[in-house]
């Protein structure tokens, strides 16, 4: 039972003393959060990873965050994900070996441009390695609009992966909108990579399941129902959806969009239900509610994560096995890092 298992867990946290760190996803479920040193968005995280000493980083959320956590840690430092099931669709649809063909056709198509690729931390490591190599580099969703003024300072065009909402949001931001294509190289219907490359910023055609879910009526609802709601969501979400709602932020932003609420405000919130439903125990002052009610998805590859892999994984380390290492081959670790610190330096 969960209070068998929170003492098993505790156990082997105490065993493992200072050499133990766990970090985990917004994302994750109450059972996976309560037992993590630092819970926070993907920068956040990706931060406490790079400032870790402990020898085990224990990661409670996706592959693609587990494995930035082992680029950015030391050699000597081991990174586990409970699950390796935990692979986020999104990431998956920008494939480093199709965006590479990509980039041949769209750097031919437009020889005289500089384009710089921008990846967002959704991403597999051998992607962000590419972004490195073709000088580019690594975004999350707090800091999307600082690295591609930052890619604009360097060149004249961006190709944005794989999530094609966030850097549609993110052109806007930057009075950009003017000049976006999205961009799906296979489609036999779709634009060329001459005309995508006549537009500053390029889109590849990534989304994620979770955010594409909210729709405009999903805000008039609940605007219906709450005539004093406020609306903050994920940029994630569809264009449409940001711009009806009151405020957008990664993770981070929309958990402190509640912790500065008056009290007796209400608030719906745009993201996966595992967050939400985090805000609403922690913030019982404030009136959370889904935006979507009941139709809020939780992300099937966070949920992968179940606190019984958790204990065992930390059970087997006491035990001294070290079970579910995330590795990443050391060239593309190096390459990788390279995009990844031109993020966090700016
Ligand atoms: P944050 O970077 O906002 O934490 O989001 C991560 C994520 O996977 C959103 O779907
Ligand atoms: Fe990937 Fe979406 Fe899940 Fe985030 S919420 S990990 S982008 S599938």
Same mark, same amino acid.
């Given at each position: !039972?969960?209070d ?13 003393? !200072?050499?133990?760190? +766990? ?28 400032? /870790? ?6 990661f ?9 956590? !082992? ?16 692979s ?84 806007? $931001? ?9 961009? !799906? ?15 500053? +910023? ?18 008039? $609802?609940? $605007? ?14 569809? $264009? ?17 969009? +509640? ?26 002052e ?8 009941? /139709? ?8 992968q ?7 065992w ?17 050391p ?16």
């Amino acid at each position: !039972d969960e209070d068998e298992r929170t003492e098993r867990i505790e156990a082997a946290k105490r065993e493992l003393g !200072d050499d133990l760190v +766990i970090l985990g996803h917004n994302y994750q479920r109450r059972e996976i959060v309560e037992h993590a040193d630092f819970v926070g968005d993907s920068y956040q995280l990706s931060v406490e990873a790079a400032e /870790a000493d402990a020898e085990y980083v224990v990661f409670g959320g996706v592959t693609f965050m587990a494995e930035s956590a !082992d680029i950015i840690t030391d050699d000597d430092q081991t990174v586990i994900l409970p699950s390796m099931e935990a692979s986020c669709p999104m990431a998956g649809m920008a494939e480093a070996l199709q965006v590479d063909a990509a980039w041949a056709e769209i750097t031919a198509a437009a020889p005289d441009a500089d384009i710089v690729p921008v990846t967002y931390m959704n991403s597999y490591a051998d992607l962000k390695a590419f972004c490195a190599e073709q000088g580019g580099a690594v975004c999350t969703s707090s800091n999307a609009h600082e690295v591609f003024e930052w890619a604009f300072d360097r060149g004249d065009k961006v190709l944005f992966l794989p999530d094609k909402h966030l850097g549609e949001n993110t052109a806007h $931001r930057l009075g950009m909108a003017d000049s976006v294509a999205e961009w !799906d190289p296979w489609d036999p219907e779709g634009k060329s990579a001459a005309e995508v490359a006549e537009s500053d +910023i390029v889109l590849w055609d990534g989304y994620c399941q979770v955010h594409e879910r909210f729709r405009v009526d999903h805000v008039e $609802r609940i $605007r219906d129902e709450y005539p004093d709601a406020k609306v903050v969501v994920h940029p994630e979400c569809r $264009r449409e959806v940001v711009e009806a709602a009151d405020r957008a932020g990664s993770t981070a932003t929309i958990t402190r969009t +509640i912790e500065e609420a008056d009290p007796g405000e209400t608030w719906a919130i745009g993201t996966e239900i595992h967050l939400t439903n985090h805000l609403q125990r922690w913030h019982p002052e404030v009136n959370v509610v889904p935006l979507c009610g009941e /139709a809020c998805m939780d992300c099937n590859a966070m949920r992968q994560i179940d606190p019984n892999y958790l204990t065992w994984v930390l059970e087997e380390l006491v035990a001294g096995r070290e079970r579910n290492v995330i590795e990443v081959a050391p060239r593309e670790a190096e390459l990788a890092n390279v995009a990844m610190e031109r993020m966090l330096e700016i």
